[in-house]
């Protein structure tokens, strides 16, 4: 018996392998030609079809969803496996109500106990990593753009010094420097002018809320509607004035209440540009972490606080919930997909990223056993895009899918270089598992792609949900938010599906699986950062497709079944 169950565990796992390797090779189908041809809906949608919007379907609903109903029905019968999918990012709410039960959590470690216990590196790492803090617990939130920092180092390497003062070797790094720099400078005294406008408009609402206030009580009514404002007459002049401001405001749709909110909104907005350090070149906060930052093999810092900063970081706990929120249990949203855990990597500040973070935090997932990252994060630069590029290959090497967004300044990045990216010249991969994303909205018309939305005939691979998207929100709040960073976790729930319930299939496979049976679309749209341009949408990514779940996963099961 002790020679017979070695010798038969053996030739079984050899089978496995085998099988494995061998689907691991089978080309991806191409996709099906057939369009969709049906009118977009017209009619408004209730608040709960809002909220789950992007996994409606098409036929069902005349609403252009990932059909995630239709997929579950469709794996049913089916056992998947659990799929750990990183989410690189900023802060977690991993006690958020529909998060903490599918927070990942590090079996090889024990937590609180302030010893690495997985010999990883990174002490007590339960629920992931927080690449944006210290040892002593210290976290970093606000941080510069890349354009600043590289004005800074320029700056201090070239001064006030002249072209002729240059040498040789510097000279095409001094000119990019000097262009910046005009860049920078202007994008600053826009940003100072814009200011002072919004300083203007906010005199300008406290004089309509004033107007509201004295309105409301020659009424004699703490709410108004315009056919209020009919039968009201007064002699006096300045109330006769706020009269006359309410009702034109009414007539263009503005309420108090409403107006309220939009105060809120310009205070929100107004203490982001006035408190942040985007454009600040003396900010340099994240230097106190004690790394070096310009040492890759400098990587053990950091603490594990996943969460960060729960009033101030949204944008993680967002994306979090769209993929994987806990499903049916009565709670907010559903996530797309099932078996999944979330590892949470901190390495996004409100400002942006640093490559550094990026490539160690890509690596850090990989090591940790994720079969997806999600990377809803983006910039113009990119100093040090050799450790990104290798952490991208590096995950490639290990079966790893990077699902990532696109970018939402509704520009061509076949033209416009956005970071991160999977392509040095814009043209050749440098590895085959990173899937671009571009948003769409619900309408399955003109309007289809969002009109933010980056795209690109050869970087952007397929469209996916991305456009008032419901999902969770810290201290267990949901809301709707847009954007390419909701696109890419859309499809990284889709991918999730696919590797849990199709595990045999590689990184790759999968990535041209979502891109190849997704739903074709043959009409135009208006293009993304254009008022009414029209182009064809097949021309707005590789494959001119919109991701579906339920043609995914029955492209996975015939790929998987024709091989037995």
Known sequence: MRIIKPVLYTAVASLIITSCKSISKIPVPKGAETVINIPAKTTPLSEQEMQRWSHLDLLTDSIPGMSIAKAYDFISDKQGVEVIVAVADSGIDVEHEDLKDVAWV??????????????????????????????????????????????????????????????????????????LKEEFKNVVDKKEQEIENLKKTEERIL??????????????????????????????AKLSDQLNMVTIMMGRGMTAEGLQDYKKQLKDYMDGQLNGKHYDLDFNERASLGD????????????????????????????????????????????????????????????????????????????????IINTSFGKRFSPNKEWVYEAIKYAAKNDVLIVNAAGNDGKDIDVNKTYPNDSKDLISEISDNVLTI??????????????????????????????????????????????????????????????????????????????????KINFDVIKPGTKDEKISFSELSVSGRVVNAYNALKMADRMVKGKK
């Open 438 to 519: 571009g948003a769409m909205s619900l309408n399955y018309n003109e309007n289809l792609p969002a009109t933010f939305s980056n795209y690109g005939k050869i970087n952007v691979d397929v469209f996916a949900p991305g456009v008032d998207i419901y999902a969770t929100f810290p201290a267990d709040e949901y809301q709707a938010i847009s954007g390419t960073s909701m696109a890419a976790p859309s499809a990284a729930g889709v991918a999730a599906l696919v590797r849990s319930y199709y595990p045999a299939l590689t990184a790759s496979q999968v990535k041209h699986i979502l891109m190849n049976s997704g739903i």
């Open 292 to 371: 070096d930052l310009y040492d890759i093999n400098d990587k053990y810092y950091g603490n594990n606080n996943v969460i960060g900063f729960k009033d101030s970081e949204s944008h993680g706990t967002h994306v979090a919930g769209i993929i994987a929120a806990s499903r049916d249990n009565n709670l907010g949203v559903n996530g797309v997909a099932q078996n999944v855990k979330i590892m949470a990597v901190r390495v996004v500040p409100d400002g942006d990223e640093h490559d550094k973070d990026i490539a160690l935090g890509i690596r850090y997932a990989v090591d940790n056993g994720a079969k």
């Open 106 to 179: 590090n079996p090889k470690e024990i937590g609180g106990n302030k010893i690495d216990d997985d010999k990883n590196g990174y002490t007590d790492d339960i629920h992931g990593w927080n690449f944006l803090g210290d040892a002593s617990g210290k976290m970093i939130y606000k941080d510069q753009l890349e354009i600043t920092r590289i004005v800074k180092r320029g700056n201090e390497k070239f001064g006030d010094k002249k072209a002729s003062e240059i040498s040789e070797k510097d000279k095409a790094a001094y000119q990019q420097y000097l262009k």
């Open 207 to 236: 004089q309509i809320e004033e107007a509201f206030t004295a309105v409301k009580k020659l009424a004699g009514k703490e709410r108004i509607t315009a056919s209020d404002l009919k039968d009201l007459k007064t002699d006096d």
